[in-house]
């Protein structure tokens, strides 16, 4: 009995804690290049995967061609939002930059309805793969296929910021803007990179999010304070601790869900983030690379 609690626990765990893991990723990105949190980092799912959507019934997406799509409306709606936050308040108080991004949010979300409407939407499975079984471990399609597209992620995204003279550069600026401007690295195209690169996280966990329980209108918000739970949890230091971070609070939530209820769910997910505030200070990782 035990065993098969913990089977379903890691196997919706492991699927939902992938999706977090790629919107904490967004955070720290943003956080580390800004000192930022950019609370539309939710409507950037929200409106990647909807994009996709119209798209992928426009056109027949294969795999490779649904990743590049993805991948692109995240990477223009991730910029577009630093060109309409950030980008036009560069010198304003950290607060107002703060609310600039809660109003996208609910802008973005009001379009969202606008464009789609309320009915949820079914985003196909672009990249199917088969359900794994080892003992008592079972890992259904849609989590190892979400885990896949995660781990992809952030391998490609670690690689580029470590071996890449542009994602060097946007290291050198979350460690210390003012040196990384001494050195000849540009600070405002790093942070706007920082967005455009959140944005196709967010994207990507759309694609890995949309076929399991469908997009709805105003699952950004949520989804996106999941991310921000997920990125304290890591602590906004190194891309595999805020990744682990979301795994961590998916398999959280999915025990709280099979122990008490959705509901309840939700309201204790909401204290541990109260709980991280206030006893693990955001500002614990800032002189640790990204």
Request: glycine share 10%; aromatic share 8%; proline share 3%.
């Amino acid at each position: 009995m035990l065993g098969l609690y913990l089977a379903q626990a890691v196997n919706s765990g492991l699927a939902l804690g992938a999706v977090y893991g790629l919107m904490a990723l967004g955070f720290a990105l943003v956080y580390n290049s800004s000192r930022l949190i950019n609370f539309a980092q939710g409507e950037l799912l929200l409106l990647g995967g909807l994009v996709l959507f119209s798209v992928s019934q426009a056109f027949q997406l294969g795999p490779l061609t649904a990743l590049l799509a993805a991948g692109a409306f995240g990477f223009a709606l991730g910029h577009l939002l630093y060109a309409s936050t950030l980008g036009v308040l560069l010198g304003a108080q950290p607060l107002r930059q703060l609310m600039l991004t809660v109003a996208a949010s609910l802008i973005w979300q009001g379009a969202a309805i606008l464009i789609w409407g309320k009915n949820p939407l079914k985003l196909d499975q672009f990249i199917a793969l088969p359900a794994f079984r080892m003992g008592p471990l079972f890992l259904s399609a849609n989590t190892l296929t979400s885990l896949a597209l995660a781990l992809a992620s952030v391998a490609t995204l670690s690689a580029f910021l470590t071996f890449t003279r542009t994602g060097r550069a946007i290291r050198a600026v979350s460690m210390n803007a003012l040196a990384a401007r001494l050195q000849g690295v540009n600070p405002v195209r790093a942070q706007a990179l920082s967005f455009a690169l959140s944005g196709m996280l967010a994207a990507l966990a759309a694609m890995a999010i949309g076929p399991q329980t469908m997009l709805r209108y105003d699952m950004g918000f949520g989804l996106g304070l999941k991310g921000f739970v997920a990125a304290t949890l890591g602590g906004y230091s190194s891309l595999s601790r805020v990744f682990a971070g979301g795994l961590a609070l998916g398999v959280i939530e999915a025990c709280l869900t099979l122990s008490f209820s959705a509901d309840l769910k939700e309201t204790l997910t909401y204290s541990l983030l109260v709980a991280l505030l206030v006893f693990s200070p955001l500002e614990r990782g800032r002189r640790e690379k990204v």
